[in-house]
């Protein structure tokens, strides 16, 4: 069966400082991969997603950047954090071709970032 | 992608059942309806979603109005653990496989 990671669990960081957040799947490949931000109180803001190694979207433009060095892993990263990028941080994958589940994601357990 | 509409909340009591609206009045042929879930501190879980007809599975039931303007999610039989805010989203068959969440409706279970 498929799983998804992502560490850390949670994160409290100082405003300047770098970040790198990371997120395996096991079980499948060649999966699409997503990054999600929810905000206190609000709803999900897709950043990146990524449809094969090294091949990256960006949503939202920002201080914060994606990678996909391998097939099952995605990271997220910023030089310079800033307070507005406290949230919390969802990685989530899909299979296109999974039948009648068709686009269904599946979503990580997060990490709850606090920059002060 | 298009919009959905949703309350910004509902509540329920606990073993009754729970129709969850959603409108999406600009929905296009190709849009799937699919729905998500998002418990306290956890990621989205996917609940079920249609297309044209209406939907079961062991989660929930998906109705689906005849000309596709409008859906509802339907909790048989509502229980504590149900409580959570609930998505409501359009996905283009062929198109970008983004969701866009929008707010939800957050669903509050009495005991």
């Known amino acids: 069966s498929q799983t998804i990671h992502q560490w850390p669990a949670t994160l409290v960081q100082p405003v300047g400082s770098p970040l790198s957040l990371e997120c395996t799947v096991e079980?499948?490949?060649?999966?699409?991969l997503y990054w999600y931000r929810q905000a206190a109180g609000r709803g999900l803001q897709l950043l990146f997603y990524s449809v094969g190694i090294g091949q990256i979207s960006s949503e939202v433009p920002q201080n914060l950047s994606a990678s996909r060095p391998q097939d099952r892993q995605f990271i997220l990263s910023s030089k310079k954090l800033l307070l507005s990028d406290s949230g919390f941080y969802l990685c989530a994958w899909s299979d296109l071709y999974t039948g009648a589940n068709y686009n269904e994601q599946f979503f990580g357990p997060g990490t709850r970032l606090t920059v002060l | 992608d298009a919009k959905t509409t949703q309350p910004n909340s509902m509540e329920s009591n606990e073993e009754e059942p729970v129709h969850l609206p959603c409108n999406h009045s600009t929905i296009s042929g190709t849009d799937y309806i699919h729905w998500y879930r998002q418990l306290p501190s956890q990621g989205p879980e996917y609940v079920i979603h249609g297309l044209t007809s209406n939907v079961n599975n062991r989660m929930a039931s998906l109705a689906i109005a005849e000309d596709r303007k409008s859906s509802t999610l339907i909790l048989h039989r509502a229980t504590l653990r149900d409580a959570a805010v609930y998505y409501c989203?359009?996905?283009?068959?062929?198109?970008?496989?983004?969701?866009?969440f929008g707010k939800g409706t957050k669903l509050t279970v009495n005991p």
């Open positions: 989203i359009l996905v283009t068959q062929g198109g970008s496989e983004k969701l866009v």
């Open positions: 079980g499948t490949s060649n999966p699409n």
